[in-house]
């Protein structure tokens, strides 16, 4: 089983990271690196097909797009295709299931964009580019669109982009027939909340995101046959009396559906909740990252080992999830040369 490390690097130092993954006790081997854009900010892997893509900086500095070939033989990555993504800082990708077209945000560039897949992997150009011109921000909201995610539904007929600057959700309707996507409805959150990454519960009509800049998780009710979200609870991250810098980054549910687990850049640390039957969600625990500001978080698909990406300390710390609990108890680490922000299983 191998995982795929996109990073935060420096000049010259590798932007992504091949490693190996153990089961028997979790540890990483790291097998290769790759400086093929600078900084790869996130990751989409489709095993089916041994590809891996990536968004970064490219193009004069400009976003990017590119997809890697795996060879799990000599395990190595081959770069396979590069297209621009038409706005700056790309900060997340994902695919529909069936590898048909690629979704990306980019974060500075206020935008989001479609582009086609080839079954190869290969990348075409952008098919749709949408930018977000907001006139009427909420009070506390910043003053301008940053999209820092797009995720597919699980009808895989739309996507929700949730938009850090302007406090607002966007819901758009995917037209696979022109790699094209309209737009359907848009919530509003609290002001200067911060939406930043959204999960879908993968057998409840519900859904969750993660709110960087108030330190909260946000819960939905899910209708999926409009794709219709409606907010019915709010839990902070943050234990009682914290009264510190925290910034929210990711947010993850269980392979076993049972627990929610949120990422506290500043407290350093990894929340848990406990989902119950009707979606909603109670505290657990907190624990220790294991290092500085924790990016990015990645469940192995046993569901025994969660994966958390340290950006401050340029390391992945491996935990065991207790099958009875869900509750996390550190196992390993792997320190890297640059600074880890998302991490994507293959088995």
Do not use: W
Not at 65 to 91: C, E, H, M, R, W
Not at 119 to 135: K, R
Not at 155 to 178: F, S
Not at 235 to 256: E, Q, R, W
């Amino acid at each position: 089983m191998y995982v795929f490390t996109g990073c935060m690097n420096a000049e010259l130092s590798p932007s992504l990271y091949l490693c190996e993954f153990h089961e028997e006790d979790g540890s990483l081997t790291l097998v290769n690196s790759y400086s093929d854009m600078s900084k790869s900010s996130y990751l989409a892997v489709d095993a089916s097909r041994n590809t891996v893509y990536a968004v970064g900086m490219d193009f004069e500095n400009e976003g990017a797009a590119a997809s890697y070939l795996f060879n799990p033989d000599t395990k190595t990555l081959q770069l396979v295709s590069k297209q621009a993504t038409l706005g700056k800082n790309p900060i997340y990708i994902s695919t529909d299931p069936d590898s048909t077209v690629l979704f990306a945000a980019n974060f500075a560039g206020g935008s989001i964009t479609a582009l086609p897949l080839k079954p190869e992997g290969i990348m075409e150009d952008v098919s749709c580019c949408i930018s977000f011109e907001v006139h009427h921000i909420g009070v506390g909201s910043k003053n301008k669109s940053h999209p820092h995610s797009i995720v597919v539904d699980p009808t895989n007929r739309y996507v929700v982009v949730p938009d850090l600057g302007t406090d607002r959700l966007y819901i758009y309707e995917i037209d696979y027939a022109h790699y094209d996507l309209k737009l359907k409805q848009t919530l509003f959150v609290e002001p200067g909340s911060g939406p930043r990454h959204f999960v879908f519960h993968p057998t409840k009509p519900c859904a969750y995101m993660i709110n960087e800049y108030n330190s909260t998780i946000t819960v939905f009710t899910y209708d999926a046959s409009q794709c219709g979200l409606e907010i019915v609870q709010t839990v902070s991250t943050l234990p009682m009396g914290f009264d510190g810098i925290n910034k929210c980054a990711d947010i993850l549910i269980s392979p076993c559906g049972k627990y929610v687990y949120g990422s506290n850049r500043g407290h350093d640390s990894i929340v848990q909740f406990r989902i119950s039957e009707s979606g909603f969600l109670t505290y657990v625990e907190h624990i220790s990252s294991g290092g500085k500001k924790p990016r990015s978080m990645a469940a192995s698909p046993s569901g025994k080992y969660l994966l958390v990406a340290n950006e401050g300390d340029n390391h992945v710390a491996t935990f065991v999830i207790d099958q009875q609990t869900g509750s996390l108890t550190p196992a390993s680490h792997l320190s890297l040369e640059s600074s880890p922000i998302c991490i994507k299983f293959m088995i």
